[in-house]
């Protein structure tokens, strides 16, 4: 890393992120995204950052508050990431897919720009563009990838044999953990030598406590009532039924036990949480539900609560343990994909399968028994040296450390 970064100072290579939703530091993840333009910048290369979204002023300062220049081409070209020129397979409704750059636009951007890599940081949707800008310009260009539409199954923008390509010709196919890793191999049939893990940080400032007051729903918790609690955007492959479904069967054991669902519901999540509690009037005083929550209160909650709990069919990573660990919360979570990769020490909370309610309560109940056993500042430290600033910039510039700079070209 070191390295790389007296290089760059004695030329700094260009590189150009694209993302799919322009920075914003008020939404559910955002610190995270953000925190991989600032490692860039760290690391000593000139920094770009577009956006498939139109970039407000909010955004453009955001980006330049981190040390990175908005991308923005003039108003007489047409918008940097315009042109659905992705066709879907025949038969099939056009989704909400990437959308190509103009060819005006990336003439701007190859003159005024001039990127030496161009690297999309929100999975394919924005891997794509970045390549088809690279491939235009003639350099190389890398994909970070998150969603769990491989593992899943779920229908893709292109045909395989382009999106094959697509990950074939890419400088680096970043995955946020070894099951994303294997999903994108599985669903292509493919071997790809230029694959790597590159997790999720630490989100920026996340282990600084937010000068904004406790919310009022967790002061009013009594301090000998320990609290489970599970933050997300609440679809149906998080499984709400089974964490009130687990909870329950704790509750019973342990009556001195409460649960907070913090996120917004969506799918059947509402539904969901609304027949549980109609199920089980004994312990509607026990769950708490927030809705929606900023990130202040996330982090609040994160530190406050006693235990973490993920209880997902399918996790790419799992962010939410994450932030927990990095405060020195323990987590419980489902054998999902990510949290495998995270959860690597016994030290840090429980694994257990997943669909399976009985296993999630013993799960918890047994860190409820261990509690004492548990050092937050342990379980911060370790997630620091696995998830925090140098530990992934380090990986940044391993993955950058080969394109030599003005050629785009792998050394």
Partial sequence: MEQLKAANKERKMRILLIMRDPPDTAVSKGGLFPT???HHVDLGFDVYVASISKMTRYNKEIVRSLGAKPAIPPATLSSLLSGLNLRPRQGAKRPKGPNLVSENSVSWIAKEIRPEVVT??????????????????????????HVSTYGRGAFLPVSDETFIEFLRNAHAVLSVSSSLNEAISQRFSISLSNSSVLPNPVPSNFTQRPQSPVPDWLNSIPSRDFVFASWTTWRDIKRLDLLLEAFAKVHRQRPDVKMIVAGPFKEKSAEIMSGFLRRHPDITESVIVTGRIDRAAIRHLAEAADCCVISSDTETFGLPMVEALSVGTPVVSTRCGGPEDILTNSRLGELCDKDNPDALSTAMLRVMGTYATYQPDEISRIADGLFGDVAIKKKWAAVYSNVLPGTGSKS
């Fill in 120 to 145: 999309g940081i929100q999975s394919f949707q924005t891997g794509i563009i970045a390549q088809k800008i690279a491939q235009f310009i003639g350099v190389e260009y890398v994909t970070w990838e």
């Fill in 36 to 38: 991989a333009i600032r």
